[in-house]
């Protein structure tokens, strides 16, 4: 695992997130499924909480955009890049964007949103990208399958020396 | 580039124009701290560019041969995060 430079992270344990800008491709129910399995993948491996928002600004603001959104990393078009997320902090920090224009789904036929959520906040929490290839914080895409997914123990030892390991 | 490529940056012959093009925006992308952008490109040109090759070859686990090799053109072009892989 890698960390972001100066190993920024968040200084509670509770953070909250909000979907703000949600997707054609898939129903809100299904996005917000999505989010927060993402959302748990991390908080069964970390002292950490996450309460949705519904309004106001929250710690991890999700969006799907396009193109040129405002924050300097356009987004391509169909493949390529399909998100990116901003390391913890204030502002933008924490913020997760994905790219309106890919076909997302929840399944295997297009690029599964589970998948790519739970890749992303680890980059909200302050992973950076991994060389281990069996990683979730590995740059490129690979399905990862939604339902009894637990994170690779790469990301376990990452997740857990910025936060420490959650007492059961 | 166009004219120093050639020389410094011999592309294979399965690699086209286009994947080079491909190339340069992926490193430029994921591989080039910010800040460094333009300052990288005029100064060091394509031996820059090679450097950048090695760097994405050595994180994927690739050989390392600063060129833009079939095995490394595969990885560049799958889809993937936006955050670059190189410290910003």
């Given at each position: 695992y890698r960390l972001f430079p100066g190993e920024p992270k968040w200084k509670k344990s509770t953070l909250t997130y909000r979907v703000t800008k949600y997707t054609s491709s898939l129903s809100h129910a299904d996005v917000d499924k999505a989010v927060e399995m993402g959302l748990k993948a991390w908080s069964a491996a970390a002292p950490l909480n996450f309460v949705k928002a519904t309004s106001g600004e929250a710690d991890i603001m999700i969006s799907f955009q396009s193109g040129?959104?405002?924050?300097?990393?356009?987004f391509d078009g169909p493949?390529?890049?399909?998100a990116h997320a901003f390391a913890p902090?204030?502002?933008?920090?924490?913020d997760t964007h994905f790219d309106n224009a890919e076909k997302w789904?929840?399944?295997?036929?297009?690029?599964n949103l589970f998948t790519v959520a739970a890749h992303e906040f680890g980059h909200a929490l302050g992973l950076a990208h991994s060389?281990?290839?069996?990683?979730?914080?590995?740059?490129t895409y690979r399905y990862q399958h939604p339902f009894g997914f637990h994170l690779p123990k790469d990301d376990v030892k990452g997740i857990q020396a910025l936060y420490g390991s959650r007492q059961s | 580039y166009s004219a120093a490529a050639p020389a410094l940056f011999a592309l294979p012959r399965t690699t086209g124009w286009k994947d080079f093009y491909l190339a340069q925006e992926y490193l430029d992308k994921y591989y080039t701290p910010k800040g460094e952008h333009h300052l990288g490109e005029m100064t060091s040109g394509s031996n820059s560019m090679t450097r950048k090759v090695q760097q994405m070859q050595a994180f994927f686990g690739?050989?390392?041969?600063?060129k833009l090799d079939y095995s490394t053109m595969g990885v560049m072009k799958r889809p993937r995060c936006g955050v670059p892989d190189v410290a910003n």
């Open positions: 040129d959104h405002g924050d300097s990393y356009p493949r390529g890049t399909l902090g204030e502002g933008l920090g924490g789904t929840m399944g295997m036929n297009g690029f060389a281990d290839p069996s990683a979730l914080m590995y740059p | 690739l050989r390392v041969t600063g």
